[in-house]
């Protein structure tokens, strides 16, 4: 499966954005899908997860209320909206798939995605 991230750009702390993540190639719902990021001079690091079927979600502590990631199979695609956003929040994000795990809960290990799109960078200002 190809993934390609899109939606980032900037943006003033407390706004939002919603990032897309197209795929191609497979169909989506076999696939758990992951949002990461990576900022500059940092590790790359999980923000969201969501199950095959979109039942189960995970997110990391600092965006949990903040962000909510979703999914939909039909046009194989997910998203990540992301609100009240934080300078701490600036990265390039990329979404990620996995093809082993059917699970309820989605891995937030980001070596446990096989599959893996170009990023997109978003920059929040203070």
């Known amino acids: 499966v190809q993934l390609q991230a899109s939606g980032g750009g900037l943006v003033q702390a407390g706004g939002s954005l919603r990032l897309s993540c197209a795929a191609s190639g497979r169909t989506l719902s076999n696939y758990a899908l992951g949002w990461f990021r990576q900022a500059p001079g940092k590790e790359r690091e999980f923000v969201a997860a969501?199950?095959?079927?979109?039942?189960?979600?995970k997110y990391a502590d600092s965006v949990k209320g903040r962000f909510t990631i979703s999914r939909d199979n039909a046009n194989n695609m997910v998203y990540l909206q992301m609100n009240s956003l934080e300078p701490e929040d600036t990265a390039v994000y990329y979404c990620?798939?996995?093809?082993?795990?059917?699970?309820?809960?989605?891995?937030?290990?980001?070596?446990?995605?096989?599959?893996w799109g170009l990023g997109t960078l978003v920059t929040v200002s203070s």
């Open positions: 990620a798939a996995d093809s082993v795990r059917w699970g309820l809960v989605p891995t937030s290990v980001g070596s446990q995605y096989d599959y």
């Open positions: 969501i199950s095959r079927n979109g039942g189960g979600t």
